[in-house]
Structure formats: structure tokens, C-alpha cells
């Protein structure tokens, strides 16, 4: 079964370093999304991705984040100064292929930022 | 703004036991997911939920969905060990292919 892949599966960044998580939808998909899960707590919307530009993004997702999709195949997500604070676990996600809008969204595995 | 409640937060049960997991929303909608988490693990997607009175099997697992209400519950039977982990409700409140608002989580554990 085609599946969404995430790398790295672990970084860890010093404080005001720029960070860029990797993300490989399932290849027919045409939507996109990164969410992040701090340790303990729910899943929470930071932004999602169609037609090569954001259509929804959360208060989470301020200036300091960006997402692009550089080719067919690659959609990241770049924090360009961390925080203590964005330390969590990122996943991204994925629908929206031949199955129809009634199709869940698929997630990867998730990459765990630790903010030093 | 949407808010997504599911009760209750923790839940320990014998094995062999049945028990409900409510995720109450409080805007229209018709469109309800419920996902499975293993700890350090990604979100398995368990059943999609579309319409008022939606009701979905897999094993030992049952979802349905009242939308008047705005209500979903997720009825565990004959509970067993394999199925020890945290269970979230999702609602998106549009179309489809919109952002998923999440619960606060389920974390089940079943007891031998």
C-alpha cells in the first residue's frame, strides 16, 4: 500500500537554527498538510498545500514557517528560526487521489524535532 | 471556532470487557474520522464516517455517527490487549480535503 514518508525520523537543532522537514506524499494525492503533535497532547493543524500554494494555514503557522513543493515528489516544511517551543513531533499528511474527497488523510511516521 | 471533545481522556479496561469512546463537536459537519495511535508511532486511520447515521465495523471495533447531535462514539467489544493504544477523533467541518481538527485523545489500556 502506497504510504507517505517523512525525513529525517529525528533532528535535533540548536536554538535559532533553520530547520527543513522532508515529506514524500502518496503520489497521486493532491493535497497536502503538516501537522505537528507536542509530546502528551493532540494533533494539531499547522498548514495545508494545493495547487502549488497554501489554502489554509493555523495561527501555529506564523512567518517563522514556509512549506514548498520543489518537484512532482517532495513537499517540506522549513522553520527558519527555532524555538524551544517548536519542539514536537511533525507529520505530514496527504489525500485527495483518484479514491475521491471521502478518502482519509494518510499519514507518515513523523519527524521528531528536538529544540536544544 | 471548531472545538472536538472526546471523553474520556484515560481508560483502562479488562480484557473481555466492552466499552464506548464519545467525541462530541460543536459545529455542523458530516465528516468524522477516527485514527489510532501507538506511542511513538504515526496515526492509522480506522474508519471515515460521512453522513448522519454512519455506522462502521473492523473487528472488534465499532464507529457510528450522529451528526444532529453532533456526536460520534467509537464502541470497543470483548476488548483485547492488541488494541491498547490512543484513539482520536477528527472532524473537518468543510468539504473534504480540509483540515482535520482534532480530539484530546483516548488513551486506552487494556489490562490482561
Known amino acids: 500500500e502506497p504510504e507517505v514518508t517523512q525525513t529525517p525520523s529525528h533532528q535535533v537543532t540548536q536554538m535559532g537554527q533553520e530547520v527543513i522537514l522532508r515529506c514524500v506524499p502518496i503520489?497521486?494525492?493532491?493535497?497536502f498538510y503538516w501537522y505537528r503533535q507536542i509530546l502528551g497532547q493532540k494533533v494539531e493543524f499547522l498548514v495545508s498545500?494545493?495547487?502549488?500554494?497554501?489554502?489554509?494555514k493555523s495561527e501555529i503557522f506564523d512567518d517563522q514557517f514556509s512549506v514548498e513543493r520543489p518537484d512532482g515528489s517532495n513537499f517540506t516544511l522549513k522553520i527558519r528560526s527555532t524555538k524551544l517551543e517548536d519542539s514536537a513531533m511533525y507529520f505530514c499528511?496527504?489525500?485527495?487521489?483518484?479514491?475521491?474527497?471521502?478518502?482519509?488523510?494518510?499519514f507518515g511516521d513523523g519527524t521528531r524535532l528536538s529544540i536544544l | 471556532e471548531l472545538k472536538v471533545e472526546q471523553n474520556p481522556l484515560f481508560l483502562s479496561m479488562q480484557e473481555g470487557k466492552n466499552y464506548t469512546i464519545y467525541c462530541n463537536y460543536s459545529t455542523t459537519s458530516d465528516r468524522l474520522y477516527w485514527y489510532r495511535q501507538d506511542p511513538g508511532k504515526s496515526l492509522e486511520s480506522l474508519f471515515v464516517?460521512?453522513?448522519?447515521?454512519a455506522v462502521k465495523q473492523e473487528g472488534r471495533l465499532m464507529a457510528s455517527l450522529d451528526t444532529k447531535a453532533r456526536l460520534s462514539t467509537l464502541h470497543i467489544t470483548a476488548a483485547v490487549h492488541d488494541l491498547s493504544a490512543t484513539y482520536f477523533c477528527a472532524v473537518d467541518p468543510l468539504r473534504g480535503n480540509e483540515k482535520l481538527t482534532f480530539g484530546t485523545g483516548t488513551r486506552l489500556t487494556i489490562i490482561p
Open positions: 499528511a496527504s489525500s485527495g487521489g483518484t479514491g475521491g474527497v471521502d478518502q482519509p488523510q494518510h
Open positions: 498545500f494545493y495547487n502549488n500554494e497554501i489554502s489554509e
Open positions: 464516517l460521512l453522513s448522519n447515521g
Open positions: 503520489s497521486n494525492h493532491l493535497y
